[in-house]
């Protein structure tokens, strides 16, 4: 299990275990998360499921690839550690991962 903490809309946090393999994305649509509705259902084909990455772990999920660049486009307010949480997968590497959904979501 890899443990994702998401900073919500609202600023509280909520700390969930996740599957290798599976999305951020995933993991937050079936837990309920505020503000990542995933329209596209992962197939990064919009950008409604944005989060800001914590800086701390930016370098370890890696930046976007060049079809993800230009749905970030479509993305309320981006900031350079702007991801689709739909492109990052779990890992080991990613347990303790931080990310924070903008309130432009919410």
Same mark, same amino acid.
């Given at each position: 299990? +890899?443990? +994702? /903490?998401?900073?919500? *809309?609202?600023? %509280?946090?909520?700390?969930?275990?996740?599957?290798?393999?599976?999305? +951020?994305?995933?993991?937050?649509?079936?837990? #309920?998360? /505020?503000?990542?509705?995933?329209? !596209?259902?992962?197939? !990064?084909?919009? =950008?409604? !499921?944005?989060?800001?990455?914590? *800086?701390?772990?930016?370098?370890?999920? #890696? =930046?976007? #690839?060049?079809?993800? @660049?230009?749905?970030?486009?479509? =993305? #309320? @307010? *981006?900031?350079?550690?702007?991801?689709?949480?739909?492109?990052?997968?779990?890992?080991? =590497?990613?347990?303790?991962? @931080? +990310? /924070?959904?903008?309130? %432009?979501? %919410?």
């Amino acid at each position: 299990m +890899v443990k +994702v /903490t998401f900073v919500e *809309p609202d600023g %509280s946090e909520r700390t969930l275990d996740g599957d290798t393999g599976f999305s +951020v994305m995933e993991l937050a649509v079936r837990n #309920g998360v /505020t503000g990542i509705d995933a329209d !596209c259902g992962g197939a !990064c084909a919009c =950008a409604t !499921c944005h989060v800001y990455v914590d *800086p701390d772990w930016f370098d370890t999920v #890696g =930046a976007p #690839g060049d079809m993800e @660049k230009d749905m970030l486009e479509f =993305a #309320g @307010k *981006p900031r350079e550690t702007s991801r689709l949480s739909c492109q990052i997968r779990l890992t080991a =590497a990613l347990d303790g991962l @931080k +990310v /924070t959904v903008p309130e %432009s979501q %919410s």
